[in-house]
């Protein structure tokens, strides 16, 4: 009988009926949702002026560490490998593992690091405004 059932579903798959839409599911993971960066800080209101998103793909090679900067607006990103360490300048300290989402600190110096052994890519996004800077270096 199971034998029977399983070769109806696959026929109707095959067939490209409607079940085939019904069994496919999308799943929907919230990675990050807060109103307050990682290190317990509320984020500040968006600025004045248009909006502007900016996306980028970061790569830090393992022993890498950035320079001391801050970020005048909101971000947040999601490690896609490697490891990553982030640093307030008063030592604040978060470590990320690939998969795991950060929401960044606002107008506080911090720099990141990679002590791992593989290149961290991280894919952050930027909710600024036109001519605004992501990143201001010390």
Partial sequence: MKRLIYGICLALLLSGNVLAEEIRTV??????????SWDGSH???YPKGAPEITILRIKLPPGVQLTLHKHPVIN???LLSGELTVVTEDNKTLHLKAGEAIVEVVDKWHYGKNEGNTTAEILVFYAGAVDTPVAVKE
């Fill in 27 to 36: 799943q929907t993971d919230v990675l990050a949702k807060a109103s307050q």
């Fill in 43 to 45: 984020l500040p209101d």
């Fill in 76 to 78: 947040a990103g999601v």
